[in-house]
């Protein structure tokens, strides 16, 4: 795998997810993001696509299943503020709390990995 395919991928499912959100400006009366919103997720989604991509080329199965678990875990714990807080709101909390958790559940991934290929 080159380096053009690794930018492909991500970059192609960046613009589908955006598209979305395109026509619904386009096409649905009150639904008027900003261009900063669009560079915003942009720049998040096109991130995290990298980076799955990376770890899916470089670490495999225990830096992808770790991430997976620490995005699981995130939405838990989205879940529980909009509980426990049900008038507040906790958008701004999302995307940190899912960068968080993924990559730290990412990282225990790789060392968990890691450890077990040193033992066998």
């Known amino acids: 795998m080159n380096n053009k395919n690794l930018v492909v991928r991500p970059v192609l499912f960046t613009a589908g997810l955006l598209l979305i959100p395109f026509l619904g400006n386009l096409y649905v009366d009150g639904w008027n993001w900003p261009w900063t919103a669009f560079a915003f997720f942009g720049v998040v989604l096109l991130s995290a696509g990298l980076a799955y991509e ?6 495999k199965t225990g830096v992808i299943s770790g991430f997976f678990f620490g995005a699981v875990a995130a939405g838990g714990v989205i879940a529980t503020l909009r509980y ?6 906790v958008a701004g909390v999302v995307i ?3 960068l968080i958790c993924g990559l730290s559940f ?3 991934g790789y ?3 890691s450890h077990l ?3 066998g």
């Open 96 to 98: 940190i709390t899912f």
């Open 111 to 113: 060392l968990i990995q």
């Open 84 to 89: 426990l807080n049900p008038n507040d709101d």
């Open 54 to 59: 990376l770890a899916g080329k470089y670490a």
């Open 106 to 108: 990412a990282f225990l």
């Open 117 to 119: 290929k040193s033992e």
